[in-house]
């Protein structure tokens, strides 16, 4: 994917559908973690499932561990506004003489708040370490773990029936990985205001799958939930990724006994913070304000991946997105005009095959099937590029208008098109093909054509019209209709 600089796939998630993702993996991570909260045991999968399992494991809630939980969530949330308070008093006060002591104490509230995620889990582990050393055990811990670093060595390929096994999610699951790495990464960026390199990404993801391989490793893709953690804890550039290895390095080779001390519930708790601020309600109303078909989206995503998970839910609320944005391109909007018989039919945009049965039933009804319409010029002048089947049509269209008698003509082609016109080989198309509309109705009638301006002007105020023109206007008074 990387090779062929497939990046560009992601430019068709539109910010409607990440803000959809983004919620959706928050409340589904979030209530995920209720177990931890909670100290007990249930398979997590999707966030209804997750409901379900929760109200039958109800009677096994573990009354410490609950209320650890809540404690955690409660000092993160102080640690945070503590973080705001300095911000905004060092930011109010950057252009006064503070006294030192003032200083000090509004760094220090800053350099808690923002490693308040770090300080809870220290602090509950040494809790939970004297509390275990003292024979009481009230919480449900981490547990051990196995210390080092895994053993450096190729992937086994040799294992059996593995391509029978994984079958197409050898495509799927790098595919769904990348979308969804990709929606991860524009979602935070949408918040902290900077833009991400989608094949800068898949070479990101290819690099540490690679790498990972040699050591055993999980598949790499986003992680919502730590991505959220760094967020909140004021990470602002890729140098933080480099410190976290780091620290994950010597903590496997050096700290790994204090990790059993750590609660489970404390580590929910800081999750369930950090991605409670990434649910995107306030996108809601301004949808609706600016364009309500976009709920539709939004709600899909949002809903779908609550209910079949956020990967499939992403690439449905991808397919019903891309669904509405060629409505438009297979029902283009047409502006019909009539100047005696003849008949100037422009598209307001682009014309590609989806389109062709609206063209046609727009040609049927206003000129096919009219007794007295005899001429038809099709106003090219939004109409940039097309491809081979409309060429094909529009070869066919000739055809018929010639055995019905009904002359045609196109105006304003626009180079790319004429090209493909003329490479159709089609007889003499040159001589269908005008500059004007004004040059198109002159070769097909012998009456002027009225110009648009003109139309919109009532007549007894057309006081600087020529008597000729008047007449023109009053006989045959152009009626514009939308198609």
Known sequence: MTFVCLGFVTNFISTVV??????????????????NIF?????????????????????DIRKWDTILGICCILVLAVLRCCKQYSDR??????DTIMPTRKKVVLK????????????????????????????????????????????????????????????????????????????????????????????????ALGACNLGGSLLSAYPVTGSFSRSAINSQSGVRSPLAGLLTGSLVFISLVC????????????????????????????????????????????????????LLGVEYGTLIGIGVDLLILLGPISRPGAKTRKVGSVTVIKLERGLNYPALNKVETILDEHVMFIDDANSVVFDFTHVADTDYSVVEA?????????????????????????????????????????ETVEDA?????????????????????????????RCKIQEKMIVETEA
């Not at 008093?89 to 950057?94: D, I, P, S, V």
């Not at 002159?442 to 648009?452: A, F, G, N, P, Y």
């Open 108 to 203: 220090i509230m800053w350099l808690i708040g923002t490693a308040r995620n770090a300080v809870v889990v220290m602090i509950t582990c040494v809790l939970a370490y004297f509390l275990q050393t003292d024979g009481v055990s009230p919480f449900v811990l981490t547990g051990n773990m196995t210390a080092g670093i895994p053993p450096i060595k190729l992937p086994d390929f040799s294992a059996p029936n593995i391509f029978q096994v994984l079958n197409s999610g050898i495509i799927l699951i790098p595919l769904i990985g990348f979308l969804e790495n990709v929606a991860i990464g524009k979602g935070f960026g949408r918040k902290g205001n900077y833009k991400i390199d989608s094949n800068q990404e898949l070479i």
């Open 18 to 35: 990440i803000s959809g993702f983004t919620s959706a993996a928050a409340i589904t991570i979030g209530f995920g973690q209720l177990k």
């Open 441 to 469: 109705v002159k070769e097909l009638t012998d009456e002027e054509l009225i110009s648009e301006e003109e139309i919109g002007m009532e007549v007894d105020e057309a006081s600087d019209l020529n008597p000729t023109q």
């Open 255 to 306: 700290l790994t006994p204090l990790f059993q001390y750590i609660p489970k519930s404390s580590l929910a708790a800081v999750i369930i913070y950090s991605v409670i601020f990434m649910v995107d309600y306030k996108i809601v109303p301004n949808l609706w304000r600016v364009r309500k078909l976009d709920l539709v989206t939004l709600f899909s995503t949002f809903f779908l991946s609550l």
């Open 39 to 59: 100290g007990v045991k249930m398979a997590s999968e999707s966030f209804f499932h997750d409901v379900k399992e929760l109200v039958k494991v109800i009677p």
């Open 89 to 94: 008093q060092t930011k109010h006060l950057q």
């Open 394 to 434: 529009l070869n066919n269209l000739l055809n018929d208008c010639k055995l019905l008698n009904v002359q045609i003509a196109f105006a304003c082609v626009q180079h790319k098109v004429r090209m493909k016109l003329t490479r159709s080989k089609a007889p003499n198309i040159e001589k269908f093909m005008f």
